[in-house]
């Protein structure tokens, strides 16, 4: 019925608002050494930074959340990522542009740009890491390809190109999840952890009345992960 898409609609548009509020909370969570918790999640993506603490002082917590998230659910593409940021040539700190990118993330949802992106995919704080996890395969995939090859001065203007590609995708409500952009099959349980979203997708969708075989059929048109190169000037 109507009324009750209606409530189902305005109840997820008020648990985006939630949303923001926990990840400003962790954004505002700043980073302390003295912390085994957050000691921990440092020692699981190898870290090596002399003062971790002033690395994620712009994006607190989260930047360190999405990070270990990319790493433990999507452990081929972050193992991918860690090693082109290694290129002699196209090198990058893979820790500081995943901060860069846990900011991106951050002003797509403060500006309401992720509404349509949090309305199909559900309000959950790991429907948000999954959209990190995105923006982190796609960016580098965009970075290994151009030519000539950047260098780290390049990278201000490079990464503002991708912002631009990127936010036109959530403009054009392209479906933005690294599950469906990846060979990663976590679903398999060949040794991957499970997304939290992956029980809840299903569902939400269904109760808006878009159905699996819809976004299907997104997927194999290609439409879902379009990817604009352009040659570095």
């Given at each position: 019925p109507a009324a009750r898409k209606l409530q189902y609609a305005l109840e997820r548009v008020a648990s985006?608002?939630?949303l923001a509020r926990e990840i400003n909370q962790r954004v505002h969570t700043k980073y302390d050494s003295t912390n085994p918790a957050h000691?921990?999640?440092?020692?699981?993506i190898g870290f090596q930074g002399k003062d971790p603490a002033t690395d994620f002082r712009g994006m607190g917590m989260l930047g360190l959340d999405?990070?270990?998230y990319y790493a433990k659910y999507y452990p081929m593409s972050s193992k991918h990522a860690l090693e082109c940021s290694h290129d002699p040539i196209s090198w990058y700190s893979f820790a500081i542009v995943g901060i860069n990118i846990t900011a991106f993330a951050v002003q797509t949802l403060r500006t309401r740009q992720?509404?349509?992106?949090?309305?199909?995919?559900g309000t959950d704080r790991s429907v948000y890491h999954e959209l990190y996890c995105?923006?982190?395969?796609?960016?580098?995939?965009?970075?290994?390809?151009?030519?000539p090859k950047p260098s780290i001065m390049d990278f201000e203007r490079v990464f503002a190109d991708f912002k631009i590609v990127m936010e036109r995708q959530l403009t054009r409500r392209k479906l933005m999840m690294l599950r469906y952009d990846t060979k990663e099959n976590f679903l398999s349980g060949h040794g991957h952890h499970i997304p939290p979203f992956v029980a809840t997708t299903?569902?939400?969708?269904?109760?808006?009345?878009?159905?699996?075989?819809?976004?299907?059929?997104e997927v194999v048109g290609g439409e879902a992960f379009e990817m604009e190169t352009k040659k570095s000037q």
């Amino acid at each position: 019925p109507a009324a009750r898409k209606l409530q189902y609609a305005l109840e997820r548009v008020a648990s985006t608002h939630q949303l923001a509020r926990e990840i400003n909370q962790r954004v505002h969570t700043k980073y302390d050494s003295t912390n085994p918790a957050h000691e921990r999640k440092l020692l699981l993506i190898g870290f090596q930074g002399k003062d971790p603490a002033t690395d994620f002082r712009g994006m607190g917590m989260l930047g360190l959340d999405d990070l270990v998230y990319y790493a433990k659910y999507y452990p081929m593409s972050s193992k991918h990522a860690l090693e082109c940021s290694h290129d002699p040539i196209s090198w990058y700190s893979f820790a500081i542009v995943g901060i860069n990118i846990t900011a991106f993330a951050v002003q797509t949802l403060r500006t309401r740009q992720l509404q349509y992106y949090l309305f199909l995919n559900g309000t959950d704080r790991s429907v948000y890491h999954e959209l990190y996890c995105y923006l982190f395969h796609r960016f580098n995939a965009y970075w290994s390809t151009l030519e000539p090859k950047p260098s780290i001065m390049d990278f201000e203007r490079v990464f503002a190109d991708f912002k631009i590609v990127m936010e036109r995708q959530l403009t054009r409500r392209k479906l933005m999840m690294l599950r469906y952009d990846t060979k990663e099959n976590f679903l398999s349980g060949h040794g991957h952890h499970i997304p939290p979203f992956v029980a809840t997708t299903t569902a939400a969708t269904t109760a808006v009345g878009v159905s699996s075989r819809v976004l299907q059929d997104e997927v194999v048109g290609g439409e879902a992960f379009e990817m604009e190169t352009k040659k570095s000037q």
